[in-house]
């Protein structure tokens, strides 16, 4: 657990270098600012694609070169995405593609192999560490992207307010981090059927025809959570700036965020893990979600960052101890032959909600701000229905199972 805490916290620094440069570098490359969201976009787009793929390569233990391959396409592309000045927004949109293809190894992958190598009863606990893991390594890297490209030492020893050279100083430091899983990375063995076939491109999604539909409406439940938790977070951003508070105060808030999730994770996901009953869990937080978004969002520009600081702080909490309960629910759902499919199709249906999230917001949020997260909330409650669905298939089928043993 370690090594993979490690690898996350690395992963976490290295793939988010570039985002504090993101909005600068769409205005410097002249593209239009609504390509700032279709990049975010098209990067998902490709994680989409590429979860199913990965994890089927990785079920017939191809775990060790499927990943490598993976981290190096995006290295590959995030320095190619730096050649804004020579490429046009269509190329470039490509690049992020593919970037997000390849990155969809790591995501599939290296969570695989820490569900197979936990115990079930601390299967949740080490998903939380994980994803803390990752998030206090983004906040590094996140800190020190926009610190190397503006410090004077780095600027003059590596020109790094040129942006090809900040994007090319990324991908040095991915390369890097498929050294460290080339080196260190010893995935488990994974038993293969000898009658099922050779893996194919097109393999891992020929897998979501035999999803169960306990599962399926789960998927779909999930999808919608995250349109509208990828709204909210992505709009927050121009809706702070649109009541006139200062680039600075974003800042700070986004930091102390960032503090409550990770501190979320480590010390209220463990307790929550003892609660049996974890899709009534996951029910009730989507409750919660709906009430404090609406509440949030509904209150006057005097009251908004009183509630910022109190309720959405509530909101990042649950958000933090929603994804290892979502995740370790989804695990239930294979066995040790086919976790990483079943995570690579996760990670397809959670792609669809961070690429329909920011295009279907843009145009919401143009024509009202409030209306656009009234949707989130709106979502939210419809996932709540989908979830009682899935929780209704899963009862029958028990029951099915139950009838059949008994014949």
Same mark, same amino acid.
């Given at each position: 657990?370690?090594?993979?805490?490690?690898?996350?916290?690395?992963?976490?620094?290295?793939?988010?270098?570039?985002?504090?440069?993101?909005?600068?570098?769409?205005?410097?490359?002249?593209?239009?600012?609504?390509?700032?969201?279709?990049?975010?976009?098209?990067?998902?787009?490709?994680?989409?694609?590429?979860?199913?793929?990965?994890?089927?390569?990785?079920?017939?233990?191809?775990?060790?070169?499927?990943?490598?391959?993976?981290?190096?396409?995006?290295?590959?592309?995030?320095?190619?995405?730096?050649?804004?000045?020579?490429?046009?927004?269509?190329?470039?949109?490509?690049?992020?593609?593919?970037?997000?293809?390849?990155?969809?190894?790591?995501?599939?992958?290296?969570?695989?192999?820490?569900?197979?190598?936990?115990?079930?009863?601390?299967?949740?606990?080490?998903?939380?560490?994980?994803a803390a893991a990752v998030g206090l390594g983004g906040a590094i890297g996140q800190f020190l992207g926009g610190f190397i490209h503006t410090n004077s030492f780095f600027i003059k020893a590596f020109r790094?307010?040129?942006?090809?050279?900040?994007?090319?100083?990324?991908?040095?430091?991915?390369?890097?981090?498929?050294?460290?899983?080339?080196?260190?990375?010893?995935?488990?063995?994974?038993?293969?059927?000898?009658?099922?076939?050779?893996?194919?491109?097109?393999?891992?999604?020929?897998?979501?025809?035999?999803?169960?539909?306990?599962?399926?409406?789960?998927?779909?439940?999930?999808?919608?959570?995250?349109?509208?938790?990828?709204?909210?977070?992505?709009?927050?951003?121009?809706?702070?700036?649109?009541?006139?508070?200062?680039?600075?105060?974003?800042?700070?808030?986004?930091?102390?965020?960032?503090?409550?999730?990770?501190?979320?994770?480590?010390?209220?996901?463990?307790?929550?893990?003892?609660?049996?009953?974890?899709?009534?869990?996951?029910?009730? $937080?989507?409750? +919660? =979600?709906? #009430? @404090? *978004? &609406?509440?949030?969002?509904?209150?006057?520009?005097?009251? %908004?960052?009183?509630?910022?600081?109190?309720?959405?702080?509530?909101?990042?909490?649950?958000?933090?101890?929603?994804?290892?309960?979502?995740?370790?629910?989804?695990?239930?759902?294979?066995?040790?032959?086919?976790?990483?499919?079943?995570?690579?199709?996760?990670?397809?249906?959670?792609?669809?909600?961070?690429?329909?999230?920011?295009?279907?917001?843009?145009?919401?949020?143009?024509?009202?701000?409030?209306?656009?997260?009234?949707?989130?909330?709106? $979502?939210?409650? +419809? =996932?709540? #229905? @989908? *979830? &009682?669905?899935?929780?209704?298939?899963?009862?029958?089928? %028990?029951?099915?199972?139950?009838?059949?043993?008994?014949?």
């Amino acid at each position: 657990m370690l090594f993979y805490l490690i690898i996350y916290f690395v992963q976490g620094i290295v793939t988010n270098l570039h985002h504090p440069l993101m909005p600068y570098y769409v205005e410097a490359i002249g593209v239009p600012n609504f390509m700032f969201g279709f990049f975010f976009s098209f990067m998902n787009l490709g994680m989409m694609f590429g979860g199913p793929f990965w994890g089927n390569l990785a079920d017939h233990n191809k775990k060790k070169i499927s990943l490598i391959i993976g981290i190096l396409i995006y290295c590959l592309m995030q320095i190619l995405f730096g050649l804004g000045h020579v490429f046009d927004m269509w190329t470039l949109s490509a690049f992020r593609l593919i970037s997000g293809f390849g990155m969809a190894s790591a995501l599939t992958i290296l969570t695989g192999e820490m569900i197979i190598t936990s115990d079930k009863d601390k299967r949740a606990k080490n998903i939380a560490f994980g994803a803390a893991a990752v998030g206090l390594g983004g906040a590094i890297g996140q800190f020190l992207g926009g610190f190397i490209h503006t410090n004077s030492f780095f600027i003059k020893a590596f020109r790094t307010d040129i942006f090809f050279n900040a994007f090319l100083l990324q991908g040095i430091s991915v390369g890097f981090f498929a050294v460290l899983i080339a080196i260190w990375f010893k995935p488990k063995k994974t038993i293969v059927d000898p009658n099922k076939k050779r893996v194919q491109f097109w393999e891992g999604f020929k897998e979501v025809r035999n999803i169960k539909p306990e599962l399926l409406y789960f998927l779909v439940a999930l999808t919608l959570i995250t349109i509208a938790s990828t709204n909210v977070e992505k709009y927050l951003d121009v809706y702070f700036k649109d009541l006139g508070f200062l680039a600075k105060e974003l800042g700070n808030f986004k930091m102390i965020a960032g503090v409550v999730s990770l501190l979320s994770g480590i010390i209220l996901v463990p307790l929550f893990m003892n609660i049996k009953h974890r899709l009534k869990l996951i029910s009730v $937080f989507q409750i +919660i =979600s709906a #009430v @404090l *978004i &609406f509440t949030v969002f509904r209150s006057s520009s005097s009251l %908004f960052l009183i509630l910022l600081y109190t309720m959405y702080m509530a909101y990042i909490a649950i958000k933090a101890i929603f994804t290892p309960l979502e995740q370790d629910h989804i695990s239930k759902f294979s066995g040790n032959h086919n976790v990483a499919t079943t995570l690579g199709i996760r990670q397809s249906f959670y792609s669809v909600g961070t690429i329909i999230g920011p295009i279907f917001g843009a145009f919401l949020y143009d024509y009202s701000p409030r209306l656009l997260f009234d949707t989130s909330v709106i $979502f939210f409650l +419809i =996932s709540l #229905v @989908l *979830i &009682f669905i899935s929780n209704h298939y899963r009862k029958k089928d %028990f029951i099915q199972n139950s009838i059949n043993s008994n014949i």
